[in-house]
């Protein structure tokens, strides 16, 4: 039983043309026998059978007796010119397949390998001592993609600067926590399906494209002002480094009422000189929206403080523990009084 053509060069009967180059290119690369040094006879063999079978598959007249037939048909292909009937094992005409690097040249220009030779039209052979060759020798032009198109000096892989970006929350974000959807924008590097020949290097030929993403990003409650959320190489794409880290630093906008401080939470209050002397009642909308109703009954003295335990802000690290409010007092003077309230005043405040 013959070769399958169809099965070495994986595609159906009814494959096109531009199928066929698109498996042979796929194939033939993979199988060179310089890209697997370990196993060369092995992969000599394939790659035969895989230019083999393109020969055969992209000729009609070749392809025609071959699926009426087989491999043994082939014999029987008549030369240009012979009137034979191309009946199987006429024996007018000997299918012999083309040297199978000679196929390759032909996607692939010939070796690359000397810089002189970009023009030549003469094929580079099979090396089988191993050195040189189309991708053997001691500069293998088949490095991956991340060691060598995109490598940088010495070997090492550089990467760009981070990209920070400042990320403003409200007070009330970072008291219960929240979820922020970023929409970015970047170049991406992706593959375009075809083999491209560059100098020495051969590899897959990529293209640069925009591309959008949609970023989630978990504050925490408690999170404070400069609190950093890295995407490690979420930038933009390009050759000879790695992405750059996309940076969102943590912000803080500005409350109409409270303050941050550290983990707590400051609110200044101002108070009538009477309410200072006889008590009153502080009322406060907190950050999750609570009602807060605090009495005063201290006599609020200039530069008073009032700490109420675990009204503060979330402790990030610390979960189920709060910092304090502390409310700092101003006590609003009478700017004049009247005899009789002066007169008052005295008897009250008298010794």
Same mark, same amino acid.
């Given at each position: ?9 994986? /595609? ?26 370990? =196993? ?15 020969? /055969? ?19 029987? &292909? ?62 293998? /032009? ?6 060598? !198109?995109?490598?940088?000096? $010495?070997?090492?892989? *550089?990467?760009?600067?981070? +990209? ?12 219960? $926590?929240?979820?922020?959807?970023? *929409? &970015? ?28 993403? +949609?970023?989630? &990003?978990? /504050? *925490?409650?408690?999170?404070?002002? $400069? ?6 190489? *979420? ?9 750059? =880290? ?19 939470? !400051? !609110? ?46 979330? &402790? ?36």
């Amino acid at each position: 039983m013959g070769l399958d053509y169809y099965d070495i060069l994986k /595609v159906g009967k009814n494959a096109s043309d531009e199928d066929l180059k698109k498996s042979y290119k796929k194939l033939a690369m993979k199988w060179h026998p310089d890209k697997n040094p370990t =196993d060369k006879t092995e992969a000599e063999a394939k790659f035969k059978q895989i230019s083999e079978a393109y020969e /055969v598959l992209s000729d009609p007249q070749k392809k025609l007796v071959y699926d009426q037939y087989g491999e043994e048909g082939l014999k029987g &292909i008549p030369p240009p010119g012979n009137s034979g009937n191309g009946a199987k094992g006429s024996g007018d005409f000997v299918f012999n397949p083309r040297n199978a690097e000679d196929i390759f040249a032909e996607f692939f220009g010939s070796s690359p390998f000397e810089f002189g030779s970009m023009n030549r039209a003469k094929s580079t052979r099979f090396q089988s001592d191993g050195a040189g060759g189309f991708f053997g020798g001691p500069e293998n /032009v088949f490095r991956s993609y991340s060691e060598g !198109v995109r490598m940088g000096g $010495g070997g090492q892989l *550089k990467k760009a600067p981070a +990209i920070e970006s400042k990320l403003a929350c409200s007070l009330e974000e970072l008291y219960m $926590g929240s979820t922020r959807k970023m *929409k &970015i924008s970047r170049n991406v590097i992706k593959d375009n399906g075809l083999t491209c020949l560059y100098f020495v290097i051969i590899f897959e030929c990529r293209q640069i494209v925009p591309e959008s993403e +949609i970023l989630t &990003i978990d /504050v *925490k409650p408690g999170w404070k002002k $400069g609190t950093k959320i890295t995407f490690p190489e *979420k930038g933009n794409e390009q050759v000879n480094q790695l992405p750059a =880290d996309l940076l969102f630093i943590i912000g803080e906008k500005p409350h109409e009422i409270y303050k941050r401080d550290g983990n707590d939470l !400051v !609110v200044h209050q101002k108070v009538s000189l009477a309410e200072a002397l006889t008590g009153t009642t502080i009322k406060l909308a907190s950050l999750d929206g609570r009602d807060l109703s605090i009495p005063v009954t201290d006599i609020i003295s200039p530069g008073y403080e009032l700490v109420i335990a675990k009204e503060g802000m979330p &402790i990030a690290k610390e979960p189920g523990r709060k910092g304090n409010l502390r409310i700092k007092f101003e006590v609003k003077f009478p700017t004049r009084l009247t005899p009789d309230q002066q007169s008052a005043l005295k008897r009250i405040l008298g010794d």
